[in-house]
């Protein structure tokens, strides 16, 4: 059973045995690329081990702001999702890939169920730096290509208007 550790950026393993849960850790894992380089609340976020059980997905938000020329911009930190390899012996998750998201809080993700495609949403709109400009990275969901090792591969963004409000959750169903 894998677990993501929210405010520790940590991805855990525990065992079952007997359906149940052994309560040690039987393996950590860190979800951020630079863990040593925390600019701001960094959270990991939702867990996906891939349809045929060979890697495991998580993400990893950060939403902090600091003042620039009178208005809250984005502080820093690691929007992304964290690819590992499941050792299928142990099962022990290996860190293999980190890849951006271009756009900032990725709260949940999903994987389609044939897996070959996994979207991220992005729950809100949040002011960036741009040189001496500020513009904004609206709400929105990410979308990656997931390779036959697993590796995400870019595809594109969709913007979403979300207003004032939250986009909260997303999901994918097969039809």
Request: glycine letters at 8%; proline letters at 6%; aromatic letters at 8%.
């Amino acid at each position: 059973m894998y677990v993501s550790i929210e405010t520790q950026n940590k991805m855990y393993m525990y065992r079952m045995e007997n359906g149940r849960i052994v309560p040690e850790i039987a393996y950590r894992a860190e979800t951020l690329a630079e863990p040593n380089n925390i600019r701001a609340r960094q959270a990991a976020s939702t867990v996906h081990v891939h349809p045929n059980g060979r890697f495991l997905y998580g993400a990893n938000r950060a939403e902090a702001t600091v003042e620039f020329q009178g208005q809250q911009v984005f502080k820093g930190g690691e929007n992304s999702i964290v690819v590992y390899a499941i050792d299928q012996n142990t099962g022990e998750p290996k860190p293999i890939q980190h890849i951006e998201t271009r756009k900032i809080h990725p709260r949940t993700f999903h994987i389609d169920p044939s897996g070959r495609v996994l979207v991220a949403q992005h729950n809100l709109p949040v002011n960036v730096r741009d040189g001496d400009a500020v513009k904004t990275v609206p709400a929105g969901m990410s979308v990656f290509r997931i390779g036959d090792d697993g590796r995400l591969t870019f595809a594109r963004t969709y913007d979403i208007d979300v207003g004032n409000k939250t986009m909260f959750w997303m999901g994918m169903v097969p039809l």
